[in-house]
T-cell receptor, first 114, second 113 residues
């Protein structure tokens, strides 16, 4: 089966600019996650979707971050405006109930904010 | 609160020798435990998981992990390391009533020829 697809793989922007990341989960996976991975650290959950509903966005900095999952498939994560501290790898993952919580990760988008 | 500790930033081992990457956890309820591996510029790749049952779990690429409830540990092991095993390894945990996966800070495994 095809894996989780993310684009772009790399993005370099100047601070205060907007940026968007796109994710296409594994077909049939109802649950979609966005994580942020800072250098030298493990991933940290930003938001979790069940179909098109954001069921856990408690860790999403809502003043500048937003996400959507229209039609319960693809998802977009946006930052506006970006800050220097947003430089990180943004990972998307998906899972289905039958995998007992096993999440499948995409390759990530490495964001550099100058 | 849920937490994961990987006490070693790096583990060095010679090819052919056994390897162990340590992980301890804290979670409410029964733990669901996972190991993932990350190669450079790649996403996390699932290795193995413990949900219930036998304390020794076998996974991909010859890796296994032992769940020890009394020590709240889930150490990753492999009997004979390969140079190609060199990568970043993450332990993760969630409680049985939560979807939120908590990751450790990662351990870099370096296998020398």
């Amino acid at each position: 089966e095809a894996g989780v697809v993310q684009s772009p793989r790399y993005k370099i922007i100047e601070k205060k600019q907007p940026v968007a990341f796109w994710c296409n989960p594994i077909s049939g996976h109802n649950t979609l996650y966005w994580y942020r991975q800072n250098l030298g650290q493990g991933p940290e959950l930003l938001i979790r979707y069940e179909n098109e509903e954001a069921v856990d966005d408690s860790q999403l900095p809502k003043d500048r971050f937003s996400a959507e999952r229209l039609k319960g498939v693809d998802s977009t994560l946006k930052i506006q405006p970006a800050e220097l501290g947003d430089s990180a790898v943004y990972l998307c993952a998906s899972s289905s109930p039958g995998h007992a919580g096993e999440q499948f990760f995409g390759p990530g988008t490495r964001l550099t904010v100058l | 609160a849920q937490s994961v500790a990987q006490p070693e930033d790096q583990v060095n081992v010679a090819e052919g020798n056994p390897l162990t990457v340590k992980c301890t956890y804290s979670v409410s309820g029964n733990p669901y435990l996972f190991w993932y591996v990350q190669y450079p510029n790649r996403g996390l790749q699932f290795l193995l998981k413990y949900i219930t049952g036998d304390n020794l779990v076998k996974g991909s690429y010859g890796f296994e992990a032992e769940f020890n409830k009394s020590q709240t540990s889930f150490h990753l092991k492999k009997p004979s390391a390969l140079v190609s095993d060199s990568a970043l390894y993450f332990c993760a945990v969630r409680g049985d009533s939560s979807y939120k996966l908590i990751f450790g800070s990662g351990t870099r495994l370096l296998v020398r020829p």
